[in-house]
């Protein structure tokens, strides 16, 4: 299931429905929200993408909640669960040798698949669809249906970009999904977070004395791409080669029209510019995923140089506040795909969950298979010295058959498996940039939890008790009585 375009995924929605079509004329400022938030937050039956055909002041329709359930999530990387994508990275990142000739082609079958769908090559193209109408001298935001979330907003903001700027000194691309605050026509403000590649650009720019980051902000395109700019890869690896794995077959580029730069050519809209990074403004208030107006701070300012666009575009847009939101699944694709990852570094560990009700940085259930004395501690802070883990606010760790999935038994093994004066870990470390609990900016408390049944020779000497199951054979017995009691009609 591979998408050219936001308009495959569109018509595959439409087919399997799961996208409504709003044709009475809404406003950007605040009524798509309600509508939306009323969509997600609803029954199940309602949960679905909303294409809103006329935008109060646009001519441009506005898709959102593209990404809103996990089904749709799953489709839009191609496959029908989102558990498929951990299995088929696993897979491919096995590190046992084959164990015969039949593993061993199929495992370089699995490899030349992966370099075939990355490309080796950027694949390049002279005339894309994203640049069939440009606006260079005459390039306004003002065209563009761009929301006003909630009341205290300080503006309009895009929400679902992907933010395209190189590295100022080795020229390596970093994709990102930051917003963008609408200053005036011209001018946006790039809310890159200190911990993320852009603003790490940035300070080697200032760190060169450079005036200007060539930047583009991307709309639409594959899903995958979308996606792919909220996923938090390492640095230096650059997000699209995931997006062509992801979606089995490398991404078309074609030159920007103003910038140094190379943009996705099956995109939606493009709006080229640059990013002064010596140039601050007051940025927000901004309703987050956190559920609460994050301040205002100083951010750069991005300057228009051009918009391109197809003949008719859709505008791609997204909404964060109270969970769940959209972003709700579009995170669970993230920890289903980086989990065969996370187990290179902490091959103990057996799954994880990042609840959205922690707003996936202030929450990590982890099951593990214990081994030794402390391994749950090591395994806490294991996780705190990894990538973005190292943001986690609060990690709990449980043995490996407990389902942190279902957030009902990991609650009962958490509460009734801890011993708060001995099985808990307090530090100070880095947190999220929203974190607005934490008494310093980034920087704050954090706290790992062993909830694993403990061991003597962790000073646990009373015997730990068993779980109360039933008998197999019972529960073997009952199965084949089940349908003739009566209990389901």
């Excluded at 199940?44 to 898709?63: C, D, R």
């Excluded at 929400?159 to 001018?187: A, C, F």
């Excluded at 918009?307 to 709700?328: L, Q, W």
């Excluded at 646990?460 to 009609?489: C, F, H, N």
Aim: hydrophobic content about 40%; some cysteine.
């Amino acid at each position: 299931m591979t998408f050219q375009n936001l308009r495959d995924f569109i018509k595959l929605l439409e087919e399997r429905r799961q996208l409504v079509r709003i044709t009475q004329p809404v406003s950007a400022e605040l009524e798509i929200t309600e509508i939306t938030d009323r969509v997600i937050k609803g029954p199940p039956e309602l949960n679905k993408a909303l294409l809103f055909e006329h935008v109060t002041g646009s001519e441009i329709p506005l898709l959102i909640n593209a990404f809103g359930s996990a089904q749709r999530m799953a489709w839009a990387l191609g496959v029908q669960d989102l558990d498929e994508l951990n299995q088929r990275l696993g897979k491919l990142l096995d590190m046992r040798l084959p164990s015969g000739l039949a593993e061993t082609l199929g495992r370089g079958q699995d490899f030349f698949g992966v370099f075939k769908s990355i490309g080796l090559r950027p694949h390049k193209v002279r005339r894309a669809p994203v640049q069939a109408v440009i606006h260079t001298t005459d390039a306004s935001l003002e065209q563009l249906p761009i929301l006003k979330s909630w009341p205290q907003d300080g503006g309009r903001f895009i929400t679902l970009p992907q933010v395209i700027t190189r590295d100022p000194q080795t020229g390596t691309r970093n994709v990102g999904m930051y917003r963008l605050q609408v200053v005036d026509e011209r001018r946006l403000l790039v809310h890159w977070q200190r911990h993320k590649g852009g603003a790490e650009h940035q300070r080697t720019a200032q760190r060169l004395s450079k005036e200007a980051i060539p930047a583009a902000i991307v709309l639409g395109g594959d899903p995958a791409s979308i996606w792919c700019a909220s996923a938090p890869l390492p640095p230096n690896i650059d997000e699209y080669l995931l997006a062509g794995y992801l979606r089995g077959a490398p991404i078309s580029f074609v030159d920007c029209i103003t910038q140094p730069l190379e943009v996705p050519a099956q995109a939606e809209i493009v709006i080229e510019g640059y990013v002064d990074p010596s140039e601050h403004l007051p940025e927000g208030p901004f309703g987050d995923h956190t559920g609460y107006y994050t301040p205002v701070e100083l951010f750069p300012v991005f300057h228009v140089t051009a918009i391109t666009h197809r003949k008719d575009p859709i505008y791609p847009a997204t909404i964060v506040g109270i969970p769940p939101m959209e972003d709700v699944w579009m995170g669970k694709a993230t920890e289903r795909l980086f989990l065969p990852l996370l187990r290179i570094f902490l091959p103990e560990v057996v799954d994880f969950n990042l609840p959205a009700e922690g707003g996936f940085h202030n929450l990590a259930l982890v099951s593990i298979k214990k081994r030794f004395p402390g391994h749950a501690r090591k395994v806490i802070f294991g996780l705190w010295g990894l990538a973005l883990m190292s943001l986690t606010k609060a990690v709990v760790i449980f043995d490996e058959w407990v389902d942190v999935q279902n957030l009902s038994q990991a609650a009962w093994q958490a509460l009734g498996n801890v011993d708060w004066s001995r099985d808990v870990v307090i530090a100070d470390g880095p947190v999220d940039h929203l974190d607005h609990a934490s008494y310093q900016h980034s920087f704050g408390g954090k706290i790992g939890i062993d909830a694993t049944a403990k061991l003597p020779q962790e000073g646990y000497t009373r015997g730990w008790p068993e779980a109360a199951r039933m008998d197999p054979a019972v529960q073997s017995r009952i199965d084949t009585l089940w349908k003739r009691l009566g209990i389901e009609k």
